[in-house]
Nanobody, 115 residues
Framework: VQLVQSGAEVRKPGTSVKLSCKASGYPFPRHYVHWARQGPGQGLKWLGRIDPEDGGTQIPQQFQGRVEISADASTATAYVEVRSLSSEDTAVYYC?????????WGQGTQVTVSS
C-alpha cells in the first residue's frame, strides 16, 4: 500500500491550493481517504474524508466552505483544495487511509502561505 502526495507549494494569502494523493496497492474505492494537517508547533488536525466509491465527503464544520475533498477513482487519486488561504494554513498536509485492514499515510506536503 502506498500513498504518494504532490510536492511542496507556496501560496499568497487569499489564494487557493489543491493537493493530490495517488494511491496504489489496495482497492481504492473500498476505503475512505482522509486528509489532515499539522501546523508549526501544533497537533494534527483532521480536515475531512471522502468515500471514493460514491464521492461522499465529511468535512468538519470549521472547514466547511473553505476545504473541498474530491477523488478520481479512475486514477486512484484523492485531492484536497483549501481556499482563501491565510498564514494559519501553513502546515504539512497528509492524506491517509485507516480502516480495520489498512493504516497507511502519505509522505506529507508542505504548504507555505506567505506574502
Amino acid at each position: 500500500v502506498q500513498l504518494v502526495q504532490s510536492g511542496a507549494e507556496v501560496r499568497k494569502p487569499g489564494t487557493s491550493v489543491k493537493l493530490s494523493c495517488k494511491a496504489s496497492g489496495y482497492p481504492f474505492p473500498r476505503h475512505y481517504v482522509h486528509w489532515a494537517r499539522q501546523g508549526p508547533g501544533q497537533g494534527l488536525k483532521w480536515l475531512g474524508r471522502i468515500d471514493p466509491e460514491d464521492g461522499g465527503t465529511q468535512i468538519p464544520q470549521q472547514f466547511q466552505g473553505r476545504v473541498e475533498i474530491s477523488a478520481d477513482a479512475s486514477t486512484a487519486t484523492a485531492y484536497v483544495e483549501v481556499r482563501s488561504l491565510s498564514s494559519e494554513d501553513t502546515a504539512v498536509y497528509y492524506c491517509f487511509v485507516r480502516s480495520r485492514t489498512l493504516d497507511s499515510w502519505g509522505q506529507g506536503t508542505q504548504v507555505t502561505v506567505s506574502s
